[in-house]
Structure formats: C-alpha cells, structure tokens
C-alpha cells in the first residue's frame, strides 16, 4: 500500500473526538489567517524558517504537510492557530486537534533535521488584539515517533481499505462502457476535449448545445481521466437544483449499466435544507445530533460510503440512524467521495469547503461547471457586500450594553460618510479608513461577546445578521480593487415614527476574475459547459479563465428547417415606446396562434411589461387561453405554471426574460411549440450598470458589450431554447423588436437559426 495523506487528514480522522461544537466562531477569513501567519512570522529572529514542507512514512502511510515555522536557536517547532475572542473558550477537543497536528509535524521535523529531541508550540494569534498566546510542550524524538506512529496505526486500517476502494474504482472505470453505446451528435467530440483537458491539466470552455447529453458527456471522460491517473475526484457544480438531480441521474445511470461500479457519489446541500433542528445551536448543549457527533462519526461514514450514492435523503437517513448532524455528515463523507455534486458555492465562495479540502490535500480534482453562464451573476453576488442602515439602528436598540459604544461609533462614521454625499446614488474611490475601523472594531467586540456572554445574543437575529454582513463586508474591504466599485445608495425612510435618511454601502464586485483564477489554478482541470457561452472571450475575460484556456463549440443535432426565426422588425420594446409596442405584440401573438393553435411562451423584459401585455391580451383576444408568472413564485407554484403545457394543451405562458422559466425546463414535442421574445434582454439602464459600464470599458475597452448587449443576448438564447428541445422537435420563435436586425446582434445568435 502507498496510500497519501496531509498532516491535517491525518488528525482530523485520528484525533477528533466529542461534541461538534461550533460555538467558537466565526473564525477568521482565509485572508486573515494568512496575514496572521505572516505577522507571528515576521516577529522571529532572522534564522526563523516558515512553511517547511515535511514528509514521513509509516507502513506505506505516506504523511505530508507544511510546517508552519521552525527557530533552530530555540529548536522549537510552531504550529500557527488564528483566532477571535477568549482563548478559555476553545472546546477542548478543538485544543487536542491542534496538539495533534503539531506533535506530528514535530516528529517528521525531527526525522528530518535528525534532532533528539524538539520543543513542540502552539502559537495562538488574535486577529483583533495582535497578540500570541504561546503553548509549549517538550519531546524527545521517540515520544513524538511513538505519538505518529499511534496516529498512523488509528488511520492505517482505513487507509487500507481507502487504497483497495480505488483500485477496484479505478479497474471499474477503465473497463466502464458509454451507458447508450454509441454518442450522440457532438457528444463524443465534447467528451473528447474533456478527457484531453484532464490529461494536459487545462482549462476548456465548451458551448454546446441541448440534445447532445452534456452531463454524460462531461462526466464519463472524467471517470476515465480517473483511472489513467490524470485526476483524483470530479466536483460537479450546478446553479440550481435541477442542475443537481440531471448529474445524480447521469451518474446512477453508469452505476446501473456497469452493474456494481464502485463509485461514491455525494449530493452537497445548504444547511438550511439539510438541518433537522433549526431551532437548535450547532453544539451538544443544545442539538442531540451535534452531542458526540464525533464518537459515532466512523459508523455513520463507514455505512454512508458503503452505499456509493450518496444522495441528499441517503445521507440523512444514514445521519438519522446513527444520531449524527445530516449537514456535517455530508461535510465529512466529501473527503471520501469520488464525484461531489453541488452548487457553485462549494468551490467558489470566500469560504467554499471543496476548494479548501483540495488545497489542504493537495488533490488532483477536475471541476465540471454547468450552465457556466450562470458564474458570473453568481460569482457577483459572492464577492459583493451590502450594509443596510436600518439593520444598524435596529441592532442598536436591541444590543447589549457591552456592544452600544462600538455600534455607536460604526453609526456615526457611517452618518458622517452619508452626510457628505448628495446625490441619490454616488460612487467613492474607497471605504474611508474610520468606516473600515469602525467596522472591524464591531466585529471584534461582537466575537469577544459571543465568546464570553453568548446567551446575550442568541436569539438576536437582527444584530448576528449585521455582524456576518459587517464581517463579509470588511473582508472584500481588504480586498478592494478595480474590479469591484464601492458604492453608497441614499433613501429616506420612516424609523421610529419619523423620517430618517438611510445609507445603505456595497462593495459592488464587477469583475469576478480575480478571485476565481486561483480556484483554476488549484485544480488539474476545469471545464467550463453551456448551451450558451458566446462570445467566449467575455466569459473568458470576466471569469478570469487562463489565456490558454481551450475553446469548444460543438455543432448541435439540430437542424435549421427545424426552428423558424422571425424578427417582428417594426417593433421598438425600449422604455420609451413600450405604450405603442403593446398592440402590435399581442396581434403578433394571436396572428401566430390562429394560424397554429398550440402552447407558446412570450418573454417580456419586467414584470411590469409582462402584465401590460396580458392585460391587453385578455381584453382584445377573450378566447385565447393565457398565463401568467407572479412575482415571487415559490416551487409550487412554478409547477403549476408548467402543468399547463400539455401534450394536448393550448395557449400562451407569459414569462419574464432571466426567470426561472427562461432556462433549465424542458417542453419537448407537442408541450411547446414556439416562443415571443419581446426584448433583447438588455440589463435596464441606471446609475449602478452604467458604472459597471464603465468599470468595463477601463479593464476591456469595450464596457456597452460587456454589462449589456453580451449578457442580455444570451437570456435570449437560453429562452428560445426551451422550443427544440429533441432532434424531433419543430417550432418557430418570434424576435420582437427592431434591432435583431442589426448585424452585430445576428452574430450573437446560434449558428443553425436561419432568421428571416
């Protein structure tokens, strides 16, 4: 056996024991972690050594890690721990952890330098007060060889039958069959590409259209990438939960045909979703699945894994029977799986938990993004942060009184800030330096409180919202650059009884690429996939995607005698001829029904437009049976809405262009047969995209195309998209509004549409 594991693995598996108790936190973000080590670093004598990469072995357990740093003068090893609040308040299993890790980097130091013996520290750093907290211990070489060894022992059987796991998976994969035998129309040469990219280690961005089988033409070159030792696991990241299931099924559909394929499969969930009791704190005073968590952590994960597919209702079943928390179960199971299926957010988020497990074990991991059009709204939002002034004066009123000084003091340079500004809207150059003070000093004495008196603020939801708010705030704060605009928006509001003005703050992210190139570079692949990614430099640009990065646009199955586009070339839907748009749209509308009688979608630009068009449908065409999507709707509802498109069904659904009806619904056949799409999907003009307007222009030179027409065009090619979904399909597609037939526009649609 030649099994690797990190130092950090190694602990967590053997050291780990008691309550899951996560009543010490938050802790502080990876860019604070970063910047403490560094400081507690640049207090030492010059001959101080950091970041000493170490390995040791152990019955063929290879063991690898980085020190964090090493005094020769004082022979004494440091592991670095960052923290926030009182010290007295770690659990003590937290304290064992952190022991462990350091006695083993210790004595794989002392095998390495031959030292007989090593003074052992734990240097806890606050973040907030600056200040180290030095725990030492003294060791010969054979207490800390004798401490490794007990370590290794506790992991070696596991480790055994890890290695035995992915032999057998890897033997499975090279001999594993295409489910469907032969590939559909484009599909092999998607998969292709993939298998290429995982073996190159590159990135590759694939626009590829409905009807070729994308997720099994991403997954299955993947599984092979796996077996000839290319990668190590596969991350499938979704933007929405229909994302989620089409992978599950694609992956049970090769564990189907391949009879017992040895593949562990885990579905990631939000916590809100998975938790049993949210009424409950995440420790064992409170939540009985979180007391001794890790005591019977092995079985539940032993009998998880034993299933393979992982799943969100196997997961919290096997949780329940073993009376483990199903959130944190899942968390633990991501380090055994093979593939993991979840949202963007597990890899891309500041604090995404699968970025963090691929960095600390040093995997080999392929990321599959899908429907990768959607990063970039999704990748904004990540990195963005909003301050409301309410939520500030409504946690003042409800604080305890060891908080009203430092919740003052945030109000009043927050007042100050709002008091020089008099446009509605204003962009600053940056966060004043007080604000930032302010800001960072309500987040240290919040974390001092909750550490010491936490039964103030249970319970508070308003004032624990604003500390997490005013924490991610000050983290992008640190982060500032050209790629995001600090902006402050002014409203009057009634408070209290009176009329109060209210400055709400954002770090506003334009450009996500800055803090996703390093996700791609800590992968060995990542594929980018989509039915719509043109112009692939846009995406490229903005989602910081490597210059090298490949390109791949398959040709479809679909034909173009199966789509027939029309441009409805004497309709304006901008703002200011909505009102005279109206008539002619719902005319176009009924003209086309009478002449086809069947279901259609009409897209409209708002929801506004959308019931002004309906409105007028109602009145002029009584007989044409309409629908209509609500704000707001909740998954139900939409069910509703699609259970009206029947095989046998008649009449016009009307939706808003980018909702939740403009892509990821499949209406195939006689369900849908044609689509109007009165708009061209351009973002509405105001001061906030005018502004990412311009951020635009000054990184690319091309600021319009970036924040409008690009992004605009491509909801309109995901919505007429839902008309042919099969290679059986037909159906026609109505552009309403003049400047589809501009030539700029025409090159932003599909190659196969003929439009006339």
């Known amino acids: ?21 996560l009543r010490f936190t938050p802790a502080p973000s990876a860019q604070e972690g970063i910047a403490g080590h560094a400081t507690v670093a640049g207090r030492r004598a010059g001959s101080y050594e950091s970041e000493i990469t170490l390995t040791g072995t ?50 794989l130091l002392c095998e390495a330098r031959g030292l007989s013996s090593l003074d052992v520290t734990l240097v806890y750093f606050d973040i907030a007060s600056q200040k180290e907290t030095l725990l030492t211990e003294h060791h010969t070489a054979a207490t800390l060889a004798a401490f490794f060894v007990d370590q290794c022992e506790r992991f070696s059987d596991w480790a055994t039958r890890e290695e035995a796991h992915r032999d057998a998976r890897n033997a499975a994969f090279n001999a594993l069959q295409f489910p469907y035998g032969a590939f559909r129309s484009g599909q092999r040469e998607l998969a292709v590409s993939v298998f290429r990219a995982a073996r190159d280690g590159t990135c590759l961005m694939a626009q590829a259209p409905t009807g070729i089988g994308k997720t099994l033409g991403t997954i299955f070159p993947l599984l092979k990438a796996c077996a000839a030792g290319h990668v190590e696991r596969v991350f499938y990241l979704t933007a929405k939960t229909p994302g989620r299931a089409l992978a599950l099924d694609a992956l049970e559909t090769l564990r189907g045909r391949a009879g017992t394929l040895p593949l562990r499969v885990l579905e990631l969930v939000a916590r809100d979703k998975a938790c ?20 019977r952590l092995a079985a539940a994960r032993s009998t998880a894994l034993a299933a393979g597919q992982m799943d969100r209702e196997s997961v919290r079943a096997t949780a329940l029977a073993h009376d483990v928390c199903p959130y944190y179960l899942a968390q633990e199971l991501a380090r055994w799986s093979d593939v993991v299926v979840g949202d963007y957010n597990y890899y891309y988020d500041g604090s995404a938990m699968l970025y963090a497990l691929a ?16 990063l970039l709204d999704r990748a904004r939002r990540m990195y963005t942060a909003t301050l409301d002034q309410t939520a500030l004066r409504i946690a003042r009123k409800t604080a305890p009184a060891a908080l009203k000084k430092p919740l003052d003091k945030l109000a009043r340079e927050w007042n100050a800030l709002g008091r020089t500004q008099l446009a509605h809207y204003a962009v600053h150059p940056e966060v004043p330096a007080r604000l930032q003070s302010a800001a960072l000093n309500l987040v240290s004495a919040i974390t001092e409180q909750l550490a010491e008196a936490p039964d103030t603020i249970d319970g508070n939801e308003t004032l624990l919202r604003l500390y997490f708010d005013v ?29 109060t003005r209210n400055a709400a703050l954002c770090v506003r992210n334009v450009i996500p690429a800055p803090f996703l190139a390093p996700r791609y570079a800590a992968a060995r692949t990542t594929v980018m996939f989509s039915g719509t990614l043109s112009p692939h430099h846009f995406y490229r640009d903005t989602l910081g995607l490597p210059e090298c990065s490949g390109w791949l646009d398959v040709e479809g199955p679909f034909r173009a005698e199966q789509l027939q586009v029309r441009v409805a070339g004497n309709v304006s839907t901008r703002w200011r001829d909505r009102e005279r748009s109206l008539v002619p749209i719902a005319d176009l509308i009924a003209a086309q029904y009478a002449a086809q009688p069947g279901n259609y979608l009409g897209f409209l630009s708002s929801f ?6 309906v409105a007028l449908m109602r009145e002029r065409y009584p007989g044409l049976p309409v629908w209509a999507q609500e704000p707001g709707m909740d998954e139900a509802s939409r069910d509703v809405f699609l259970a009206r498109f029947t095989t046998a069904g008649t009449g016009i659904g009307f939706a808003v262009l980018g909702g939740a009806f403009s892509e990821g619904i499949d209406l195939a056949g006689e369900r849908l047969i044609g689509a109007f799409i009165a708009t061209l999907g351009l973002p509405q003009m105001n001061a906030v995209n005018e502004q990412m307007r311009r951020t635009m222009d000054a990184k690319f030179g091309c600021g319009y195309d970036y924040t409008y027409l690009f992004p605009g065009l491509q909801k309109v090619v995901q919505a007429a998209g839902r008309v042919i979904r ?18 700029d526009v025409q090159q932003l649609l599909p190659r196969w549409w003929r439009v006339g």
């Open 1 to 21: 056996m030649t099994y690797v594991v990190a130092v950090r693995a190694l602990c967590e598996f053997a050291a780990k024991s008691g309550d899951l108790d």
């Open 276 to 295: 049993e009791h949210p009424d409950k704190a995440c420790h064992g005073d409170s939540c009985p699945l979180a007391r001794g968590f890790y005591d």
């Open 726 to 743: 099969t290679e059986q399909d037909t159906g026609v597609v109505h552009l309403i509004d003049d400047r589809y037939r501009r030539a």
């Open 359 to 374: 960095q600390i074990n040093q995997w080999r991991v392929a990321v599959l993004v899908d429907e990768a059009h959607n």
């Open 471 to 499: 924490m991610h705030f000050t983290s992008l704060v640190e982060q500032f650059g050209a790629h995001s605009i600090f902006d402050v928006t002014l409203d009057t509001e009634r408070f209290a009884g009176r009329e």
């Open 58 to 107: 152990h019955r063929g357990l290879t063991v690898r890690g980085r020190a964090d740093g090493y005094d020769p003068a004082l022979n004494r090893l440091e592991e670095v721990k960052t923290h926030r609040g009182a010290l007295e308040a770690m659990p003590a299993n937290h304290r064992a952890l952190h022991w462990a890790q350091a006695r083993v980097y210790g004595h």
């Open 608 to 613: 506004d437009y959308l019931q002004q068009v």
